[in-house]
Nanobody, 125 residues
Framework: HVQLVESGGGLVQAGGSLRLSCSAT????????LAWFRQAPGKEREGVAS???????FHADSVQGRFTISQDTAKNTLYLQMNGLRPGDTAMYYC????????????????????WGQGTQVTVS
């Protein structure tokens, strides 16, 4: 069983930075992926960034060049460094763990992910 716990959210002014963390207890790094998603009130869930076990990454166009996904496999922790934050980035941010042995490329397809955290709120003023 995989347990995901996000932290690091908060209130920040436009242009500022935040670093989100996700403790991924029980996540298998065997050909697997982790990802960050976000959902703002009244909007659909949006994929933000994904990382494969070997470190290959994919970032959504909306955050490319501003956000960076990374992982520390020794600490079982996923990160999202967010720079140049905009009011449009305001959302609940969730980390997700995928299906071991099935991640060919980092993906933002939510159907691939079977474990989800409770989320951490990011508000940009």
């Amino acid at each position: 069983h995989v347990q995901l716990v996000e932290s690091g959210g908060g209130l920040v002014q436009a242009g500022g930075s935040l670093r989100l963390s996700c403790s991924a207890t029980g996540h298998s790094y065997s050909s697997n992926c982790l990802a960050w998603f976000r959902q703002a009130p009244g909007k659909e869930r949006e994929g933000v960034a994904s990382i494969r076990s070997d470190g290959m990454t994919f970032h959504a166009d909306s955050v490319q060049g501003r956000f960076t996904i990374s992982q520390d496999t020794a600490k079982n922790t996923l990160y999202l460094q967010m720079n140049g934050l905009r009011p449009g980035d305001t959302a609940m941010y969730y980390c997700a763990s995928g299906r071991s042995g099935h991640c060919r490329f980092p993906t933002l397809d939510p159907d691939f992910y079977i474990y989800w955290g409770q989320g951490t709120q990011v508000t940009v003023s």
